[in-house]
């Protein structure tokens, strides 16, 4: 048993010993700060680098690699089908301008051919010789 | 410069046999000297692949590109020109002349040739045969402010081109009075 068993006095007299306020040492404060400082980089540091080692991992590379050309070769292989379309759709454009002229020339045609025959006096059978009957 | 505007129409028609042996009759090269004078110009110059490949872009559903599908499946080209001008007289009959001058070869027949004198409208139309079959047809109508030229290579249903004339939005043509001036001429079946 040790003397502050023995003695309640004793006890009470060291409790209030250890708990007597005292002040921080003098730079307390600044020591704690800095040092979460440091925590806080080291976390940081540590985060980075778990990162930048996924990025830099040989799979994930090629598989981000994989991805780009893909992207890559679909945006290409629509670009050109979009390119074509418009194309075809030029070219169609253009073939039906194609035989609108035309056929509107045919028409005029056939529209003048048919002006001269409605202008044509009409020859009466009842006109005509005999012998051109026979 | 006036000389070789005199000589051209001469100098073409001794070129055409051998320009139309080496197309296959395409347009002679005179016709795009009047793209400069024209206000407006349409050319179109289209061969078969082309055509083809045109073809497919053409709707099942719209009835008119329907027709047009159906017209262009056997055609091996398609040439047109045509040239608006502002005035009046910006070609010379001689040039009219030498583009119809090439067609007076037995291969081919002038089927439709008019001439109106009071309104300018002289459309002449003419058709390659080749087995009793048509092998091609050639329009050309020279009108007072407009000349156009139309090359068909391939065998064709002109009923049904005619009907596509007066489709796509452009009304077909409605009967005038007959002008007592007008001297025309058609002579279906002449064989030049």
Known sequence: ?134 | MSTINRKLPMILLLAFPTILRAQDLKLPPGVERLAAKAKETVEVNMDGPMLRWAAKFLSTEDPEEKKAAKLVANLKGIYVRSFEFSEEGAYSAPEVDVLRAQFHSPEWSRVVGVRSERQGDNVDIFFKLENEKMAGIVIISAEAKELTFVNIVGPLEVDQLADLGGEFGIPKLKTKPQSSKSVAKADKGEQK
């Open chain 1, 1 to 134: 048993m040790t003397e502050t068993n023995k003695d309640p006095n004793l006890l009470e007299d060291a409790l209030r010993d250890a708990l007597h306020r005292k002040d921080a040492p003098e730079g307390f404060t600044a020591s704690v700060l800095a040092r979460i400082a440091q925590q806080y980089s080291t976390t940081r540091e540590v985060k980075r680098t778990s990162w930048l080692s996924i990025v830099s991992a040989p799979l994930v590379r090629w598989a981000a690699f994989a991805t780009v050309s893909i992207c890559l070769v679909i945006g290409g292989v629509h670009y050109r089908n979009v390119q074509r379309e418009r194309e075809g759709e030029a070219a169609k454009q253009q073939l039906m301008l194609a035989l609108r002229i035309a056929g509107n020339k045919l028409q005029l045609a056939k529209e003048k051919v048919n002006e001269i025959n409605t202008s044509r006096p009409e020859r009466h059978p009842q006109k005509r010789s005999p012998r051109s009957r026979s």
